[in-house]
């Protein structure tokens, strides 16, 4: 019989972020608290990652994206892809 | 496409399926499938693959649930499908499988299934070195897509490949060889395979000029041994290039190693004469029949704490304080804790941490008691691995693990070691040589 699919462990958005690469890890252990920007940030990293449109917001297909199955390797490996750049 | 840095040193790689119970699929198909995953990726590239049933091949794939030893617990049906290393020794190009996920072999479709086949293609590009990529089309994009077996490989994941190991120079392609389940015999490529003597698990190292990206760790393949296995003959002085340790920690401001009865001493100036000493001539009133110390750390109070076994002791200077030995229970751990395996002020945010096993604690030092929350997963401390030996915070700053006779160094920030290969603690704290070491009892 087939079993229900479980409630993915990266259920929040902190979470998921962290987990592939888009937001520093250590803010898990640390608790440190994340800025808006922070999060809108790597938001819109996200979804130029997944080719949908970048809002920064968690829109529907940003959520719609989160619940697709992949791969577990993380997308960003450091933080540069965050870092803003200078003009 | 995008490379992650690290790539194999030669082109005729082996696999091996590691994993003998497979309930739901028949064992035959999945080779088979995993078989046509590594034929595309050899067909664009001077890549060639041969399966082996050996522990020793380059890569090595499993089938596992849950929490798996790696830091990376899959989570059931769902979601995260798998997991691949990129290329290295030890657990490098190895992959990962989601054992609780419905896998479709053999072409087979259903709504509900996920084509192993599909998943093993995009698993294999990191096991041999690309990352992911945004392209929406490419094999290498994180979430998965639905695909023809007889697809061709997107151009920009066959670039990719070939930037890596160079363009096919022959028209040797021929039919991807199909499992026949009557035979239970997967055809070999005669074309393409070459002669291979001896199979070895290779060291991988290229350096690649690209934009580079940390590998996710390697820890080494075997489980790690129990305490007792480690432990060496307590009545003679370890050689300090050839052993593991007990504990490692900064007391008041000198690096001091713990292994059994002894301890070594390193200052700014090296390792001090007349080391190792027996700790209970350092510490006193330590229990007489101790054989080992397990975690030491000193607090920020300045009092230093030792974990042996299920008490712990604190002392003040050289003497332990009153009311002390106390239980690890005491400290909020829970009561089928037997030993901690480190204990450190993390300096990354000053917080004490505990680690035993699989699992750390937090503790709060105005309390004495473990935070709310604890214990959490070790895997947090990518590449650090379980069941550590020891851990502590050197003058760098950095965070440092060590396990058996290696050592990570820890990157705070990016919470995971800075290197994946780990290095000899032997060579690096002690100057030892690679091949020298015994005999050398701290005597210089």
Same mark, same amino acid.
């Given at each position: 019989?087939?079993?229900?699919?479980?409630?993915?462990?990266?259920?929040?958005?902190?979470?998921?972020?962290?987990?592939?690469?888009?937001?520093?890890?250590?803010?898990?252990?640390?608790?440190?608290?994340?800025?808006?920007?922070?999060?809108?940030?790597?938001?819109?990293?996200?979804?130029?990652?997944?080719?949908?449109?970048?809002?920064?917001?968690?829109?529907?297909?940003?959520?719609?994206?989160?619940?697709?199955?992949?791969?577990?390797?993380?997308?960003?490996?450091?933080?540069?892809?965050?870092?803003?750049?200078?003009? | 496409?995008?490379?992650?840095?690290?790539?194999?040193?030669?082109?005729?790689?082996?696999?091996?399926?590691?994993?003998?119970?497979?309930?739901?699929?028949? $064992?035959?198909?999945?080779?088979?499938?995993?078989?046509?995953?590594?034929?595309?990726?050899?067909?664009?590239?001077?890549?060639?693959?041969?399966?082996?049933?050996?522990?020793?091949?380059?890569?090595?794939?499993?089938?596992?649930?849950?929490? $798996?030893?790696?830091?990376?617990?899959?989570?059931?049906?769902?979601?995260?499908?798998? $997991?691949?290393?990129?290329?290295?020794?030890?657990?490098?190009?190895?992959?990962?499988?989601?054992?609780?996920?419905?896998?479709?072999?053999?072409?087979?479709?259903?709504?509900?299934?996920?084509?192993?086949?599909?998943?093993?293609?995009?698993?294999?590009?990191?096991?041999?070195?690309?990352?992911?990529?945004?392209?929406?089309?490419?094999?290498?994009?994180?979430?998965?897509?639905?695909?023809?077996?007889?697809?061709?490989?997107?151009?920009?994941?066959?670039?990719?490949?070939?930037?890596?190991?160079?363009?096919?120079?022959?028209?040797?392609?021929?039919?991807?060889?199909?499992?026949?389940?009557?035979?239970?015999?997967?055809?070999?490529?005669?074309?393409?395979?070459?002669?291979?003597?001896?199979?070895?698990?290779?060291?991988?190292?290229?350096?690649?000029?690209?934009?580079?990206?940390?590998?996710?760790?390697?820890?080494?393949?075997?489980?790690?041994?129990?305490?007792?296995?480690?432990?060496?003959?307590?009545?003679?002085?370890?050689?300090?290039?050839?052993?593991?340790?007990?504990?490692?920690?900064?007391?008041?401001?000198?690096?001091?190693?713990?292994?059994?009865?002894?301890?070594?001493?390193?200052?700014?100036?090296?390792?001090?004469?007349?080391?190792?000493?027996?700790?209970?001539?350092?510490?006193?009133?330590?229990?007489?029949?101790?054989?080992?110390?397990?975690?030491?750390?000193?607090?920020?109070?300045?009092?230093?704490?030792?974990?042996?076994?299920?008490?712990?002791?604190?002392?003040?200077?050289?003497?332990?304080?009153?009311?002390?030995?106390?239980?690890?229970?005491?400290?909020?751990?829970?009561?089928?804790?037997?030993?901690?395996?480190?204990?450190?002020?993390?300096?990354?945010?000053?917080?004490?941490?505990?680690?035993?096993?699989?699992?750390?604690?937090?503790?709060?030092?105005?309390?004495?008691?473990?935070?709310?929350?604890?214990?959490?997963?070790?895997?947090?401390?990518?590449?650090?691995?379980?069941?550590?030996?020891?851990?502590?915070?050197?003058?760098?700053?950095?965070?440092?693990?060590?396990?058996?006779?290696?050592?990570?160094?820890?990157?705070?920030?990016?919470?995971?070691?800075?290197?994946?290969?780990?290095?000899?603690?032997?060579?690096?704290?002690?100057?030892?040589?690679?091949?020298?070491?015994?005999?050398?009892?701290?005597?210089?």
């Amino acid at each position: 019989r087939r079993r229900t699919r479980s409630t993915p462990i990266f259920d929040d958005v902190h979470g998921y972020l962290m987990k592939f690469g888009y937001l520093p890890e250590s803010d898990l252990e640390t608790g440190n608290l994340m800025d808006g920007n922070q999060l809108h940030e790597a938001l819109r990293t996200l979804q130029t990652f997944g080719n949908i449109p970048v809002t920064g917001k968690m829109d529907a297909a940003t959520k719609q994206l989160m619940k697709k199955p992949r791969c577990g390797v993380p997308d960003i490996s450091q933080p540069t892809g965050q870092r803003r750049t200078k003009r | 496409y995008n490379l992650q840095g690290q790539k194999w040193n030669h082109v005729n790689l082996t696999w091996s399926l590691r994993t003998r119970r497979l309930d739901k699929v028949d $064992h035959g198909w999945v080779r088979s499938d995993l078989n046509r995953a590594f034929q595309v990726w050899s067909k664009h590239s001077k890549l060639t693959f041969r399966e082996v049933n050996s522990e020793s091949a380059d890569i090595l794939v499993f089938f596992e649930k849950g929490y $798996h030893g790696d830091g990376y617990p899959f989570d059931g049906p769902g979601q995260v499908l798998a $997991h691949a290393f990129f290329p290295g020794t030890g657990r490098g190009g190895d992959a990962h499988f989601d054992e609780e996920e419905e896998w479709l072999v053999a072409d087979k479709t259903s709504k509900d299934g996920t084509s192993l086949f599909r998943v093993a293609v995009h698993e294999f590009g990191h096991s041999l070195g690309l990352s992911h990529s945004s392209v929406p089309n490419a094999l290498m994009f994180p979430w998965y897509q639905d695909m023809q077996s007889d697809f061709e490989l997107p151009n920009d994941d066959r670039i990719g490949i070939q930037v890596l190991y160079g363009v096919k120079d022959e028209k040797s392609w021929g039919n991807i060889p199909v499992y026949n389940p009557q035979t239970s015999i997967i055809p070999v490529l005669s074309t393409t395979v070459p002669t291979i003597t001896a199979v070895t698990r290779s060291t991988a190292i290229t350096s690649y000029t690209t934009p580079v990206t940390p590998s996710k760790p390697t820890t080494s393949r075997t489980m790690p041994p129990r305490r007792a296995e480690v432990a060496v003959v307590v009545d003679e002085k370890p050689d300090f290039c050839n052993t593991s340790f007990d504990a490692v920690s900064i007391i008041r401001k000198e690096t001091f190693f713990f292994k059994g009865k002894y301890t070594w001493r390193l200052g700014p100036k090296g390792l001090y004469a007349g080391y190792p000493a027996q700790i209970s001539r350092l510490w006193y009133n330590l229990p007489s029949n101790m054989t080992q110390v397990d975690a030491v750390y000193e607090r920020q109070d300045g009092k230093i704490v030792f974990f042996i076994g299920r008490k712990y002791y604190v002392f003040d200077g050289n003497n332990p304080l009153p009311g002390y030995p106390k239980p690890l229970t005491a400290l909020g751990l829970p009561d089928e804790l037997d030993h901690v395996d480190a204990a450190i002020v993390w300096g990354h945010n000053s917080k004490t941490y505990i680690f035993s096993g699989t699992m750390y604690w937090r503790c709060d030092d105005e309390t004495e008691q473990m935070e709310l929350d604890y214990p959490r997963d070790m895997s947090i401390w990518r590449g650090a691995g379980y069941n550590i030996d020891a851990a502590f915070q050197w003058h760098d700053g950095a965070t440092y693990f060590f396990k058996n006779r290696d050592f990570w160094k820890f990157n705070d920030l990016r919470m995971r070691v800075e290197q994946e290969e780990p290095r000899s603690i032997g060579e690096f704290w002690f100057n030892c040589t690679a091949t020298g070491g015994s005999g050398r009892n701290g005597d210089r």
